[in-house]
């Protein structure tokens, strides 16, 4: 199987129903998009590599799925619309299998989004899958990091730590195996590691709504705060006690728990912070967008991010962000 | 260095004059683009790996000027004009003056085409680099692979080869080693294979000067036109003895010296259609974008494609195009 036999056979396909963005898809020197009249174009590019992003006995659907679902999540940050990807892909073979388990969990969730695949470039080597994404977003309704105020709530999607919790277990980390027990990693905390779910509905639904500043959660909570923190200049006081708890997490000793919620990475949840006067829009994205959403903080003019326990109390935490050369 | 001192230190820099279409460059979930109102969005992406695109020991300027240049490349081999681009980077370890010296070729060539980095991402993992590079291009101006029409001339920007010969003479292979000479390896021929010049300005003239299909020359002649062909549903007839053939080339034995010429990879040449009437508009292009252009051929309604000689006789090749699956 040559080069372009391989993308013919698993990356070639129609264009899923409502990508009429797409001018000329895969096959030509460039991809064409035509985005809506006035709209500016939002980019993102996340790179996974073997050993670093995922096991190398990943399954390759759920490996698919991922690669995409993390750059529709950096878009769902932006509140913009999916208009298509392209994917790099690095092999060190032609396994057809393999490829075609990538392709079905790479497709699923394009079709899913109505996001097609209209380029990339395949070539020999180790392990490597780079898929940047384009979106469109109108004028002014961009959720950016720099745009908190003092006073603003914040927000958080879903909720953290089991994509951590099923990280360490795969690891075999004692503290994780003990919480997951002997039946091993159930296929529900492994999805939240594998599998995880972008939250683009709630970011269209929140761009709309009022919503100010907003991050996707890839490096853990701590961290991707502190960099909405840094662009607008302010501070957080964050509330533990109102940071949804998974199940799986309860059980947990007290600093690997914190760790999971507030460090944990992979949670690819919305971080967002809306004014007060805000709140009945962005509880009614919510319910629009099919995606729970818990105020768990707000914006303080003092910089600096504090934690707060249940008696408003602070809480000295440690935990830090993932950095891949720290 | 952390991951973030690392992004700051070497690729976070103001944007170069002319960068216009950037709303929001590096830092945030996505970057923003703001195309000219109507305009189509032209997007390729190409992944370098080491060992398979380039040499372990590569200048890493070259190597940075490279991994932008291709995708230059593509940008004019569609007559789209530059915008911005994005870089993954997975690499083994942060090492500063590599990453210097990579940045520095990087931004000499953005700089030059006022196509700025906009975002991307980094990470650890054997050396990889992907960039993925936008443009905008007029609706209907794009210069398809599907566009070539019977009684088209068949033009080649520049001359192809030497950065086969050079590549084989780093590889050590015999007969590179005899043409090339006891000096090593001259500046220019190596520059032909690792500072490759992409036809930007051409492919921006030609897309206004109605000329057909255009297709950059990564795999080889051979292949490349071998897409168009395919695309287009015509053949063509090209005369061997019309392609400019460098100094270097000329002492080659015969089968070698057409490998190089229509078979060598990695001439980021341009070779493209027009109909016989736009004569003057292409050769008007050729000088308004300073940029040299031969005619070598011409399309055919029949199928397939043959190499005449200087006396219009069919010339057998085995030249074939590169396939990293193959």
Same mark, same amino acid.
């Given at each position: ?188 905390? !492994? @999805? +939240?590691? %594998?599998?995880?779910?972008? /939250?683009? $509905?709630?970011?269209? =639904?929140?761009? &709309?709504?009022?919503?100010? *500043? ?64 805000? !709140? @009945? +829009?962005? %509880?009614?994205?919510?319910? /629009?967008? $099919?995606?729970?959403? =818990?105020?768990? &903080?707000?914006?303080?003019? *003092? ?24």
């Amino acid at each position: 199987m040559g080069e372009f036999e391989l993308i013919r056979r698993h990356f070639q396909r129609p264009l899923p129903a409502g990508s009429s963005a797409v001018v000329l898809g895969i096959g030509d020197d460039c991809a064409l998009l035509q985005p809506s009249p006035g709209h500016q174009l939002a980019i993102s590019s996340d790179m996974l590599v073997e050993g670093r992003h995922f096991f190398a006995d990943v399954d390759p659907e759920a490996l698919g799925h991922k690669a995409l679902a993390v750059n529709l999540s950096d878009l769902a940050a932006m509140g913009a619309r999916p208009l298509g990807f392209t994917l790099a892909l690095a092999l060190p073979q032609a396994d057809n299998d393999w490829l075609a388990g990538l392709a079905r969990g790479l497709f699923a969730l394009a079709d899913a989004h109505a996001c097609p695949l209209v380029g990339g470039d395949t070539t020999r080597g180790p392990l490597n899958l780079c898929v940047t994404v384009f979106g469109e977003v109108a004028p002014g309704q961009a959720l950016r990091r720099d745009a908190a105020r003092a006073g603003d709530d914040v927000y958080l999607s879903g909720r953290t730590g089991e994509a951590r919790l099923a990280l360490e277990h795969l690891r075999g980390t004692g503290w994780a195996l003990a919480a997951t027990g002997a039946a091993g990693l159930n296929a529900e905390l !492994r @999805a +939240r590691l %594998e599998r995880p779910t972008p /939250r683009n $509905a709630l970011g269209r =639904a929140l761009a &709309g709504a009022g919503a100010h *500043a907003a991050i996707d959660l890839s490096d853990g909570l701590v961290g991707d705060l502190g960099h909405i923190l840094l662009a607008s200049g302010v501070g957080a006081e964050m509330r533990v006690h109102d940071m949804p708890l998974a199940p799986a997490l309860r059980e947990l000793p007290l600093a690997q728990r914190l760790e999971c919620l507030l460090a944990g990475g992979d949670d690819y949840e919305l971080l967002f912070t809306a004014p007060p006067d805000a !709140r @009945a +829009r962005i %509880e009614a994205a919510s319910v /629009r967008s $099919a995606t729970p959403v =818990a105020r768990v &903080g707000h914006i303080t003019a *003092a910089p600096g991010l504090r934690w707060l326990d249940a008696d408003g109390r602070d809480m000295p935490l440690a935990a830090r962000s993932f950095d891949h050369f720290a």
